[in-house]
């Protein structure tokens, strides 16, 4: 009698979309619920991230899954009672019976632009090509392209939902309070899509997206009632958006080092911390010795920014006091 040949294992990617398809099934995730992002999967499951990407495209060729802009993969409607494989979403017995969906065919900008934004969010923006969004959606490469240009088009419209999920609200009757708020609102936009910090890096080739472009146009009807000239007007803007782009940025290079090294910014400090002590030991640093010894002192970002924030508008209540004199 010839051996028995043992079985194939099941890819991993199969097995995590068999498992969220049962939480689906029995309830424990509802239409609406949001689905384990990517780097949920890796830490949760121990695997790479394109198994993980693979097992939500699965679950999202099925019809079971949609991108959520600003959310993430979230559950539409409960499994097909007999699933075919990837690409099948209704089956006999069903509506349309003995029709298959293809997802190239109600493949919309919309799907599109929403998981480019959950991939970039999860992976940083060095990750996002046409390709891993196709791979993440469960298309063909070319059928992206029927939709979005390219890459650079593509950031542009991820950009621009970005920067629509929250709306500014009215503008405040006072320039101060109208530039802390629009301050904090872009450093708000930053925070949920780091990668969005690089994306607009450029003043002298800005983003040009309508939702972008409310910003600006929020911003600078803050300043309508100052006596400050268009130019200063537009300068003060700039100033802003260069000191909330740089701290973002900075928060999204701090990000990047915690995933690489493994380690809180604590751990770090108190590896490095002998290195410093002996730099210091010489003596040639006093200044900064006083104002770092004794454990004091412990630098954050958030506390960082409004200090910085409030100091740089003294200087533009100092410029309005003058230009009103």
Not at 167 to 192: D, F, I, M, N, S
Request: proline share 8%.
């Amino acid at each position: 009698m010839a051996p028995r040949t043992p079985p194939t294992p099941e890819p991993p990617y199969l097995a995590i979309a068999a498992e969220l398809r049962r939480r689906v099934r029995t309830g424990e995730l509802a239409p609406g619920d949001r689905f384990p992002s990517t780097r949920a999967i890796t830490r949760d499951w121990g695997v790479a991230m394109a198994t993980a990407t693979k097992a939500l495209a699965v679950l999202r060729q099925e019809g079971l899954a949609r991108p959520e802009p600003g959310v993430g993969t979230v559950v539409v409607s409960p499994p097909p009672r007999a699933t075919r494989g990837p690409g099948t979403t209704r089956g006999p017995g069903t509506a349309g019976e003995g029709a298959t969906t293809s997802p190239t065919a109600s493949l919309t900008r919309e799907q599109i632009v929403a998981a480019s934004l959950e991939l970039a969010d999860t992976e940083g923006l060095n990750a996002l090509t046409m390709r891993r969004v196709a791979t993440t959606l469960g298309v063909s490469t070319m059928a992206l392209y029927r939709h979005v240009p390219g890459k650079a088009e593509l950031v542009r419209l991820m950009t621009d939902a970005a920067c629509g999920e929250v709306p500014l609200g009215p503008v405040p009757a006072h320039w101060r309070t109208g530039l802390e708020q629009g301050a904090r609102w872009l450093r708000a936009v930053y925070a949920r899509h780091r990668w969005m910090a690089h994306a607009m890096a450029s003043f002298t080739r800005p983003v040009a997206t309508p939702n972008a472009m409310a910003y600006t146009e929020w911003v600078l009807r803050a300043m309508r009632g100052t006596p400050l000239t268009q130019n200063q007007k537009l300068h003060t803007h700039l100033v802003i958006f260069a000191y909330v782009q740089g701290l973002s940025m900075a928060d999204d290079l701090e990000e990047q080092a915690r995933q690489d090294s493994g380690i809180s910014d604590g751990e770090w400090m108190e590896q490095n911390e002998p290195r410093f002590d002996a730099i210091q030991s010489a003596g040639s640093y006093p200044e900064l010795a006083s104002v770092t010894s004794g454990g004091g002192f412990g630098l954050d970002l958030r506390t960082l920014f409004e200090f910085g924030l409030g100091r740089t508008l003294d200087g533009i209540a100092s410029m309005i006091d003058e230009t009103s004199g």
